[in-house]
């Protein structure tokens, strides 16, 4: 047998503790005549039986999410029902895409309004009128770009923009 | 047989539903595992685990397979909850050096009176150690992941995600003592 140490044994108990060690000789051998491993085992059993689970229902409800999303970005038509929510609008454009769309489009009525110098309150929508340059970013990942501005405008401003980017309800994305 | 995870993945690409079901089924508890490790609210937990494997699937088709596909979830959920915690300020990255165990006063109470066993005094005094220890500690001990896959989850070498395994150990042995 080769001679093992407490520093090999240490990095297996882990795996000696949920059973899935091909071959426990070595370390079982090991244990009986070291304490330290011994207790060390035994820290990682109690941590293991105290593993905690995700919440009832998490795994559905991310299920339902994610098959939604697929359904969205290849352009079907029959998401799962549990992945709508009852009373909203479902847009046919991943929302992604969409922020990226929103992003764009807002950036680019910022500019207008500010190459126009004082925007007409009056006749400027909403979602021209509210924006300030700090509303603008775009994260690491490229994901989020625009979210505070979007989330900062009222829901009528907000659907009056998403139908002048012809994304809601069968428009082009 | 079970599906392999692999097997799995492939039939997702092609988009079959019932594939990502399964794949979100077979993982959501590791994925939640990693999240709560990192944000330790569970609610924030929930939309960690939910925002990474919407993620996850969306970058399906760059998946290489180089990686176990559990693995590759674990990190874009580390990611993502890392991303949580720099957004509401409460991310510091600390040096193992420097790193020191939150006070047990910082423990929620509630969990400790139900905790009052040695199991739940174990894992609540985990959750008391510094970020990268106690996920080593977690996704060696939860998980079987190797020191090499814990260090590309948590953004260490493997000898790091090694040292910050046997530190956790050793500061659980004494605080459990």
Sequence with gaps: MIESNCGEVRELLPLHAEGALADPTEVVEHIATCAECGAELELVRVLAASRPAAPDGLASTISAAVLADASLASGSDTPPAAAVEPGRRRSVTPWWQLTAAAVAALALGVGVTSSLGTPDLDVAPEYASELEEGDLFVSGDGLLAGAPALEALSDEALMQFLDELQVIDGGAA | ?177
């Design chain 2, 1 to 177: 047989m079970e599906v392999t995870d692999a097997e799995l993945v492939e039939r997702a690409r092609s988009g079959d539903a019932r594939a990502l079901d399964e794949l979100v089924r077979r993982h959501t508890d590791a994925a939640f595992r990693v999240a709560l490790s990192y944000v330790r609210e569970e609610d924030t937990a929930r939309d960690v685990v939910q925002d990474a494997f919407l993620k996850a699937f969306r970058a399906l088709e760059t998946f290489r397979g180089d990686a176990a596909f559990k693995t590759w979830l674990m990190t874009i959920t580390a990611n993502e909850a890392r991303g949580v915690l720099r957004k509401t300020k409460r991310w510091k990255e600390q040096p193992i050096e420097e790193a020191a165990p939150v006070p047990d006063d910082k423990i929620d109470p509630a969990s400790a009176a139900v905790m009052s066993d040695e199991v739940g005094r174990a894992r609540a005094l985990l959750q008391s150690l510094p970020e990268k220890q106690r996920l080593s500690v977690s996704l060696r001990v939860d998980e079987g992941l190797s020191f090499r896959e814990i260090g590309a989850v948590i953004g260490s070498s493997e000898g790091a995600a090694r040292v910050n395994y046997f530190h956790g150990i050793r500061r659980l042995r004494e605080l459990m003592e």
